[in-house]
């Protein structure tokens, strides 16, 4: 992928275990990232870090987690969550390699983007 192609860093904060928005931001970003023409960062904050979960049934629209979020280890990027999330206690084994950002990994990650998106 050429160093030049846009960068879009999605932050997703809603709950996915009440919201269909965090299933949609994964569905998204795998399905655009695929064709390597944008870097996705995808950054998970508060209830949203639980999309990692080892177990999705009890999330909206699990089967997106289950299908989408494995294109972020195919294209070697790790999803980012947030770090000291008291979720993180509740993912068991996560389909993807994950890397907590605090605050100031965050602004400097969306400092090199293209694009933000919030779900």
Do not use: C
């Not at 995808?42 to 699990?62: I, K, R």
């Amino acid at each position: 992928m050429s160093t030049k192609a846009p960068r879009v860093l999605l932050v997703v904060t809603s709950d996915p275990r009440s919201s269909a928005r965090p299933a949609e931001a994964v569905r998204i970003a795998a399905g655009v990232a695929t064709w390597r023409k944008v870097v996705f960062d995808l950054y998970l904050q508060g209830p949203a870090v639980l999309a990692l979960s080892e177990f999705t049934d009890d999330l909206v629209d699990d089967d997106n987690f289950n299908r989408y979020l494995p294109v972020f280890r195919e294209l070697g990027r790790p999803v980012y969550v947030e770090s000291g999330s008291p979720h993180l206690n509740d993912l068991g084994e996560a389909p993807v390699p994950w890397e907590t950002l605090d605050a100031a990994g965050v602004a400097r990650l969306a400092a090199g983007t293209t694009a933000l998106m919030r779900f």
